[in-house]
């Protein structure tokens, strides 16, 4: 049991002395080291400079709420589980406070039994997390680069670490902007092919003749101006990997060549008979649905299934909440350097906000976003005002949320019920155990709320 190890440690937040007592010596009993902060600012400074294994933080308090708080201590450890403690009052502000990525929250009075639960709960998954990035750091190329320990950042890394090896063909499907050539990088990096040339070809970036002889070649005197022999990237790539970038662009006669060389692992330049053996890895990409291209009949169904050995999908950053706080200090980092700017710290209002934001753009996006941001900040605090006009507007949207529906407890009960049981995936024996709640009652409530 997670509380049996005197190693973890638990942070405890409350401005009420007697009550963070009375926290302190009963989670010392259950085998926890604790920490005290008597306020919301003062538990920020204690996560800026200590690691802890969880938060228990009371949302209201006189200096900086728990809510503040929360949003601040995500943004320096994104994976440190936080667990709020709220009155009746403060219920509405606990369930923002999931939604924004806080760990679990428990009413007052106290259900003792529930704390120990939740803080087990929250240890061990703080414990998984913590194993997962150890594995990240093991893998320097994939670490370094692609940023984010959010569930599905961590399945897409462990799909890599899996597929990265073998010398599958790779197609790569996501929306634009989600990182789909630094996933097709960390799989070239990580293979026996690391060292071998990593060659890229945007296919929607040439007319149809011009993409053909930069992919295999032309003889010399193929065309006008072609006056010397030359190589195309399938030579330039052997023995290593070619990048086939938005490979849903090619026109029919370009795929049946592609094909070829992909089943023969030979080719022909432009103007030539002479076939030219390769070996070369390749890696797809492409934004578009494939599969539903391939039914309309623009993507030929036999290069399709040649590419998709094996697919690997990147996620919208919008399914990957927990990941923008680790970005946004990432890029913030990055473009404070190369732009020489003093950087300490993002607002919680502006981190809020970019929390809140769709991001269509996805993580490029959010790399301009924050570029920009840096870049007109006034003084060494990123602030909401030198975000893009487009994500500014996004606080109108929220503000005009609220003012036409006020939250009730009953829609702020709702809104964690489902959220407890997206988290479980569903499954609704564990989010009933979760909220505290039996089965019965949660399908009785689901059913009320026409989920069910
Ligand atoms: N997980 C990540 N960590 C750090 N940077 C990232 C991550 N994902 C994407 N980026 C950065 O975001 C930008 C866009 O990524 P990338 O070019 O790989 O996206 P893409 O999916 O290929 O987009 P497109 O479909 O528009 O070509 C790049 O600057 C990249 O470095
Ligand atoms: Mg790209």
Request: charged share 30%; proline share 3%; hydrophobic share 40%.
């Amino acid at each position: 049991m997670a509380g049996e190890n005197k190693q973890t440690s638990v942070l405890v937040v409350d401005d009420d002395q007697v009550h963070r007592y009375m926290l302190c010596s009963m989670l010392t009993d259950w085998g926890y080291r604790t920490i005290e902060a008597d306020d919301g600012s003062t538990a920020v400074t204690a996560v800026e400079n200590h690691s802890y294994d969880a938060v228990l933080m009371d949302i209201r308090m006189a200096r900086m709420d728990g809510h503040e708080a929360f949003l601040r201590i995500q943004a320096i450890a994104p994976a440190l589980p936080v667990i709020l403690m709220t009155a009746y009052s403060t219920v509405e502000s606990a369930v923002e406070t999931i939604q924004q990525g806080a760990h679990d929250y428990l009413t007052k009075p106290l259900d003792f039994d529930r704390l120990r639960l939740a803080l087990e709960r929250a240890v061990d998954h703080h414990q998984v997390v913590s194993q997962k990035q150890q594995v990240k750091k093991n893998k320097p190329d994939l670490e370094t680069r692609l940023i984010g320990s959010s569930p599905p950042m961590m399945d897409l890394l462990e799909m890599i670490s899996y597929v990265a090896p073998t010398e599958a063909t790779v197609l790569i499907s996501g929306e634009s902007g989600t990182g789909k050539e630094l996933v097709a990088e960390a799989l070239h990096v990580n293979s026996e092919r690391g060292n071998k040339p990593f060659v890229k070809v945007n296919c929607a970036a040439l007319a149809e003749s011009l993409l053909e002889s930069e992919l295999f070649g032309h003889e010399r005197g193929a065309f006008t101006g072609a006056e010397t022999r030359r190589e195309g990237k399938f030579v330039q790539a052997d023995g290593g990997t070619l990048f086939l970038d938005e490979i849903g662009e090619t026109s029919k006669a370009m795929q049946v060549k592609l094909l070829r060389v992909l089943q023969e692992h030979e080719l022909q330049r432009v103007g030539g008979e002479e076939t030219v053996r390769v070996d070369v890895r390749i890696i797809a990409a492409t934004n578009r649905d494939l599969e539903e291209e391939v039914k309309k009949n623009h993507f030929r169904e036999d290069l399709y299934y040649r590419l998709n050995v094996v697919m690997i999908v990147v996620p919208p950053l919008r399914e990957r909440g927990d990941d923008i706080g680790e970005l946004v200090t990432y890029f913030a980092g990055k473009f404070a350097e190369k732009n020489r700017r003093d950087f300490e710290g993002i607002t919680a209002e502006c981190m809020d906000l970019l929390n809140s934001y769709p991001w269509p753009g996805n993580v490029r996006e959010l790399e301009n976003a924050i570029e920009r941001g840096i870049i007109l900040m006034r003084g060494m605090e990123l602030t909401e005002k030198s975000l893009p006009l487009t994500i500014q507007k996004q606080i109108e949207k929220l503000t005009k949320q609220t003012d036409n529906q006020p939250v009730s407890l009953f829609e702020a009960e709702k809104q964690l019920i489902l959220k407890t049981l997206d988290k479980t995936s569903g499954n609704k024996s564990e989010a009933s155990r979760r909220l505290g709640i039996t089965p019965k009652t949660l399908l009785n409530k689901l059913k009320k709320y026409g989920e069910m």
